[in-house]
């Protein structure tokens, strides 16, 4: 079967009762037992239930997994597949990564004895002299937030097949219409499915895709102990966003890549970091491990932040706002809004700087958003 129809069809026919089209949502906490041995797969809400089952069975198809486990946020996702690791293990990552996942691995997780080196991982050579004997995982985030910078994953996975290491990718800022690292070799995916999977900016939710039977038996483990399963109306309602994720992503990227070549030639606008322009550093590793470019872009203001926050209040149909993956357009500020939780010093040192803009480019027709932007510009 073809993406599309998986994202239509898997997961989805699960009532036998009344056959009805889609999967109803099961709010019920507990199930009843036939005798003292038997229930039918479900016993309890936080162990296991049937609407989030489905999702679970759609997200371990769509990323070629063999199971998945949906949590109630992106970052559960990540605390749920980072206990793969123990106290005294050593993680690398990129110095770019999400700031979220940032604040976890440098705050909370190395508070609790895990340790972690974040390097520039468009330099594999980098990544090789940063492993250790403690070295235990390697976490690729691909293209990185906000400044889209592309890592080869395959050559991540070449580290840690040399070094016997869980190589774990966030794939939210593609989706699975657009990239696959399960099958570039990564042991581990996981996704914030409030962005692109849900699609509508109404849930927040999380998912981690396992490869092989023991993580995949080590992470239903942990959402259960720890109890961070998604709600049965958030499964449903991520699962009905995914069935039109295919169309959503098509028309996001072609949104993102008119505004992108508008934005480049644009005298206001001093740089655009967007992996679909053939002068982005990425751009051929881009064609080579995505299906597409995306729909995250970030570009810099020319002058100073006054005429960034001048730009930035002038939208009418942008709005910002944190997040992205929605099909309204949004606009932020790395520098105050998603990468204020990241010391200054550190934004510097990946390349943020106070006239920074990153944009989701949502669905709507083009020529609005492309007249938008140029008010907002020129204003
Ligand atoms: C949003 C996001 C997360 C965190 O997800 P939440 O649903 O907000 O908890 C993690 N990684 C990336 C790349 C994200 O964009």
Not at 43 to 64: C, F, I, K, M, W
Request: one cysteine or more; a negative charge.
């Amino acid at each position: 079967m073809h993406f599309e129809t998986r994202c239509v069809h898997t997961g989805v026919d699960k009532d036998k009762t009344f056959n009805s089209c889609i999967t109803p949502i099961y709010p019920s906490s507990t199930f009843y037992w036939d005798d003292l041995k038997t229930h039918r797969g479900f016993d309890y809400t936080r162990s296991g239930n049937p609407t989030r089952r489905a999702l679970e069975e759609n997200l371990a198809a769509l990323e070629g997994g063999l199971d998945c486990r949906a949590t109630s946020t992106g970052m559960s996702a990540i605390v749920t597949a980072m206990h793969l690791f123990k106290p005294g293990d050593h993680i690398i990552t990129g110095h770019d990564i999400y700031g979220g996942t940032y604040r976890l691995f440098d705050d909370l997780l190395t508070e609790q004895g895990i340790r972690f080196s974040f390097v520039d991982m468009g330099n594999p050579e980098e990544v090789r002299a940063a492993v250790t004997p403690e070295t235990k995982g390697i976490w690729i985030e691909t293209p990185s937030n906000p400044l889209l910078n592309l890592i080869d994953v395959e050559a991540m996975v070449a580290v840690a097949k040399e070094h016997n290491l869980i190589s774990i990718a966030d794939n939210t800022f593609l989706s699975p219409y657009l990239q696959n690292p399960i099958s570039m070799g990564v042991d581990v995916v996981v996704h914030s499915t409030t962005k692109y999977l849900n699609g509508h900016s109404d849930v927040v939710g999380g998912a981690v895709i396992t490869t092989t039977k023991e993580h995949a038996d080590r992470m239903y483990y942990v959402v259960n102990a720890m109890g961070l399963g998604c709600s049965p109306f958030d499964a449903w309602l991520v699962l009905r966003g995914i069935k039109t994720l295919g169309p959503r992503m098509e028309a996001h990227q072609r949104n993102a890549m008119a505004l992108a070549e508008m934005m480049d030639a644009h005298p206001a606008v001093d740089r655009v970091y967007y992996p679909g322009l053939t002068t982005h550093p990425g751009h051929e590793l881009a064609k080579r491990q995505q299906r597409g470019f995306g729909a995250m872009l970030s570009f810099d203001v020319k002058g100073d932040a006054s005429d960034a926050e001048r730009v930035m209040t002038s939208f009418k149909v942008f709005q910002l706002a944190e997040s992205l993956g929605g099909v309204e357009s949004l606009i932020e500020y790395p520098e105050t809004m998603s990468h204020a939780s990241i010391s200054m010093e550190a934004r510097r040192k990946a390349g943020i700087s106070d006239r920074t803009i990153r944009v989701s480019v949502g669905i709507e027709h083009v020529d609005d958003l492309i007249a938008d932007m140029k008010q907002a510009l020129e204003g």
